[in-house]
Nanobody
């Protein structure tokens, strides 16, 4: 497992942007697919985006496609989620996760999770 720490959440108006960061503690992320998930109280955790080990392949949820971009910097052991054109329905706690597979969108494939960062989008 790898320790992950998210940052960059906050309060933003609808239409605004935020960039989330996910840093690994003490080791490289190059052997892991990385993903972002989000959760609203009372609902199941929802897939948002994922990037392959190499960074060359990505998955996005339909709800964020065209607005969010996931990328990674293996040298700096960091993964980013650039969120543009934010909507109130994007409000959630966002979690970073690592999986020892090439690429996945299934939460069950991700064995390491961060503590989450709150994103609130006001209308």
């Amino acid at each position: 497992q790898v320790q992950l720490v998210e940052s960059g959440g906050g309060l933003v108006q609808a239409g605004g942007s935020l960039r989330l960061s996910c840093a690994a503690s003490g080791r490289t992320l190059s052997g892991y697919a990385m993903g972002w998930f989000r959760q609203v109280p009372g609902k199941e955790r929802e897939f948002v985006a994922a990037v392959s080990r190499s960074g060359g392949n990505t998955y996005y949820a339909d709800s964020v496609k065209g607005r969010f971009t996931i990328n990674r910097d293996n040298a700096k052991t960091t993964v980013y989620l650039q969120m543009n054109s934010l909507k109130p329905e994007d409000t959630a706690v966002y979690y970073c996760a690592a999986a020892v597979v090439y690429l996945s969108r299934e939460a069950s494939d991700f064995g390491s999770w961060g503590q989450g960062t709150q994103v609130t989008v006001s209308s």
